[in-house]
């Protein structure tokens, strides 16, 4: 029998209703936090879609302030984020600290789809963490395929101090579980989040992929991502080598 003994931490969610793709309203925000409070999830980042291209700054954490304020009573602790698209767009901004996870220097960053992977697109992760002294947090590290088939990429991304964040679909569908599973076991993998949009397609499914974890490998890597979530909430180090 598998025993979840921690509660659990969401670092990447689309809970939050009327600002992006993810909960169409408040009655669908409200489902979404009731199945994660099922899964004994105590605390999700809220992470809308930021595209600088698209949005300015101040915009997206107005109507971020709005979105929050659908919300009453959650049972689940809501804290602010966002997840925001690399954008040379983005250093009109003299500082991101109001689009970091819950004000720390943890940014989620969602890395621009193409089909090659250079020192210049590392370079410009490693501008964007010296002009703005923030830690990158890699968004759904499988979806691109040049860091996804491609170990040496992860490892450069870590090396400069970035965290890789895996979905938990990463883990539930069986043919990316194995890959999933093993770079978690070599510490290319640091923390999961569920990336949850609806309750249909993309609904929150953290204790499933947790499940699997504990069932495969053990619940050692279980507590060891639940560890780097609740470093990433709390502006800690996740790594000894990590800026912080
Ligand atoms: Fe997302």
């Known amino acids: 029998m598998l025993i979840m003994v921690y509660r659990m931490i969401d670092i990447h969610t689309h809970i939050l209703p009327h600002i992006d793709d993810g909960a169409e309203d408040a009655k669908e925000a409200k489902k979404m936090i009731d199945c994660m409070q099922m899964q004994q999830v ?14 300015s700054m101040e915009k997206f954490v107005a109507k971020r302030e709005k979105a929050f304020s659908y919300i009453n009573n959650s049972a689940v602790v809501l804290l ?14 003299s500082e ?34 010296n002009v703005f002294r923030i830690i990158p947090v890699i968004a759904h590290m499988e979806r691109y395929c040049f860091l996804w088939k491609n170990k040496k990429n992860i490892r450069k991304l870590i090396n400069l101090g970035c965290v ?11 043919k990316l579980r194995k890959t999933a599973l093993h770079y978690i076991e070599e510490g290319l993998t640091d923390v999961m ?12 499914n953290l204790k499933e992929a947790f499940d699997i974890i504990e069932r495969e490998i053990g619940i050692y890597y279980c507590d060891l991502l639940q560890q780097n979530a609740a470093s990433i909430i709390n502006g800690k180090k996740i790594r000894n080598d990590g800026l912080c």
């Open 193 to 204: 989040g569920s990336d949850c949009h609806d309750m249909s397609q993309r609904y929150p």
């Open 96 to 129: 991101l600290d109001q689009i970091c996870i819950n004000n720390t220097r943890y940014l989620l960053l969602e890395l621009p789809y193409s089909k090659h992977w250079s020192d210049r697109d590392l370079e410009c992760i490693e501008k964007l963490m």
């Open 164 to 174: 890789m964040q895996i979905n938990a679909k990463a883990i539930i569908d069986s």
């Open 42 to 55: 105590r605390i999700a980042v809220c992470t809308p879609h930021f595209d600088p291209a698209r949005n």
């Open 80 to 93: 602010p984020g966002s997840e925001t698209l690399y954008h040379d767009l983005l250093y009109q901004y």
